[in-house]
């Protein structure tokens, strides 16, 4: 499965166009990450569980849009767009959308 | 007695940030000045020209990088009077390179990286006691030349 953020895929053609397919995961930070990342918020720095949990939820989803373009027999996804929105206190959604094509 | 600790934290936000932010800086500077040859644009085309065999593939970097508690209690003061609050851009500004230099070492092999997006989540936010973090995700399509 290709996947690209551009309109089309340099260097194939698309041949058939199966419509949007998304993908989305809402994750709650950790009770000990958190007393960690407050620690860490006093002098500043990265936070690794934070962008840890990032990449796991924005891996997460970007495998559930796959799944679906599968189901709908494409083979790549272009025009990704990764959209981020906080549904609860201490809760994100990070939400994945693309359109499934069939490229040769 | 508080006002002990609120002292003794600024001074730890502000000596121990301020150097870790230089350090950062630092990393940054000369990571950006290895990966120089590998060119990242926001355009949807690609710049160079296309061989035959061309192999394109999504690449993403993301960071979260917390306030030190010195900028924080700056920003708190700023926001009475207004203006801008430099402490905190300078935050914005680590992430996104820090972002986009996560994203060019995962293609490092790549000829090129088009159509660059820069998205500031949010995974701290609304919470009673929120954590002053941002959180910034890049992602682009890089482009191999085989």
């Known amino acids: 499965m290709y996947l690209t953020n551009t309109e089309t895929m340099p260097g194939k053609t698309i041949v058939e166009c199966y ?15 958190d007393i960690m990342a407050g620690l860490k918020n006093i002098i ?7 962008t840890e949990l990032l990449s796991e939820a924005r ?14 027999g494409a083979n790549c996804v272009v025009n990704v767009r990764f959209s981020t929105s ?17 490229v040769e | ?19 870790k932010e230089k350090a ?19 355009s949807k085309h690609p710049i160079l020209p296309l061989p035959e065999n061309v192999e394109s593939h999504m690449v993403v970097g993301s960071v979260v990088i917390s306030v030190d508690y010195f900028k924080k209690i700056l920003a708190m003061l700023r926001s009475i009077f207004g203006g801008e609050i430099a402490s905190y851009e300078s935050l914005v ?6 972002a986009i230099l996560r994203l060019k070492e995962s293609c490092i092999d790549a000829a090129e990286v088009i159509n660059l997006r820069i998205e500031t989540s949010s995974i ?23």
């Open chain 1, 59 to 72: 891996d997460q989803a970007t495998e559930r849009m796959v799944e679906q373009a599968r189901q709908l």
């Open chain 1, 19 to 33: 419509g949007v397919v998304s993908g989305s995961t809402v994750r709650a930070k950790h009770a000990g990450r």
């Open chain 2, 93 to 98: 500004d680590r992430a996104r390179r820090e």
């Open chain 2, 124 to 146: 701290s936010k609304g919470g009673q006691n929120q954590i002053g973090s941002v959180e910034v995700l890049a992602y682009a399509t890089a482009i191999y030349h085989r």
């Open chain 2, 24 to 42: 950062h800086y630092r990393s940054i500077v000369s990571r950006e000045k290895a990966m120089i040859n590998l060119p990242v644009t926001s």
């Open chain 1, 86 to 102: 906080s549904v609860a206190a201490g809760a994100s959604e990070i939400y994945v959308y693309g359109t499934a094509v069939k």
């Open chain 1, 44 to 50: 500043g720095g990265e936070l690794r569980g934070y």
């Open chain 2, 1 to 19: 007695m508080e006002f002990i600790v609120f002292i003794f934290l600024i001074a730890l936000g502000y000596f121990i940030g301020s150097s």
